[in-house]
């Protein structure tokens, strides 16, 4: 495109192209996000500037990726989460909303405990990105937290964004599969995870670019055994987590009574209960240690 090609035209042309692949609002706000995270421009507000010509190589090939429908946030290698910017790629899964309400949920009981925040450990179960115990730290910086993940490259990305916050989370490269593996862990007052809980045989529920791009190794569970990350953190909550501590778990919303009964029917737990999230969905787990 000419040197004079402005910022709305660019907008216009990109959106046209995304619409092949896209619905029109999606469209929209994918090209309005790459816009801003990677090129720096707002749009509304900077729609009559002029779309550096230096840019359109760079352009060129995101747009190319996006009509790949690789995810705009690998693109642009950021994702919001608590209103902060994480670093992302293909290692680990884009944070979502649903997620942020976990957090929020885990501060609002922490807030409440009896010990002081410095006394107080917390640890997050398959972190990925980070954003849980980066948000926690945050928001709490006197909690001890400490995140494990089975994958080295996740464990990079969760010490970068660490980093780039300004919180100090120890991460550790563990198989939480291997019980043996346990013992390397200490006991804590709050388990969070978000663990991999999606049946292969229901693959086809999940959006084509998650499937194509997202790790498998975060999503996918076997059809034969679909709450075993459940059943393994209730057993780690027994001997990991303090007396009236609590666990917390994203869970799926289709086995959501499943897992309730893990708890429930458990004699070390009490208030085991399902929380909905705001679009109305049975989404978290949360249980306290009798």
């Known amino acids: 495109m000419a040197d004079s090609t402005t910022v709305v035209q660019k907008m216009t042309v990109l959106v046209q192209e995304l619409n092949t692949v896209y619905e029109s609002r999606e469209a929209q706000n994918i090209a309005k996000i790459l816009l801003e995270d990677l090129f720096g421009i707002k749009f509304p507000q900077d729609e009559l500037k002029v779309f550096p010509s230096a840019l359109d190589h760079d352009f060129d090939l995101a747009k190319k990726r996006l009509l790949s429908k690789e995810p705009v946030q690998y693109v642009c290698e950021k994702a919001y989460f608590y209103g902060i910017p994480f670093y992302v790629n293909p290692a680990v899964l884009i944070p979502r909303p649903e997620t942020e309400e976990l957090v929020y949920e885990a501060l609002q009981i922490l807030k409440k405990q009896h010990t002081p925040p410095s006394g107080l450990k917390v640890i997050d179960v398959g972190t990925g990105s980070g954003c849980i115990p980066s948000i926690l730290k945050k928001e ?138 705001l679009s109305g969905n049975e989404r978290i787990l949360r249980a306290q240690k009798c």
């Open 140 to 277: 709490m910086p006197k909690l001890d937290v400490q995140a494990i993940d089975v994958s080295e490259e996740a464990i990079a990305v969760a010490q970068k964004n660490a980093s780039t916050i300004g919180v100090g989370v120890e991460f550790k490269h563990l198989d939480f599969l291997d019980q043996q593996a346990w013992m390397e862990l200490t006991q804590y007052h709050m388990i969070l995870s978000n663990p991999p809980y999606i049946p292969r045989s229901e693959a086809r529920l999940v959006p084509e670019n998650v499937q194509r791009y997202e790790p498998d190794i975060a999503l996918f569970v076997s059809n034969e055994d679909p709450l075993i990350f459940y059943r393994l953190l209730r057993e780690f909550a027994k001997g990991h987590l303090l007396s009236k501590g609590w666990i917390l778990l994203e869970i799926n919303q289709y086995a959501a009574a499943a897992v309730l009964d893990l708890y429930k029917n458990d004699s070390a737990f009490q208030e085991a209960e399902i929380l909905q999230d």
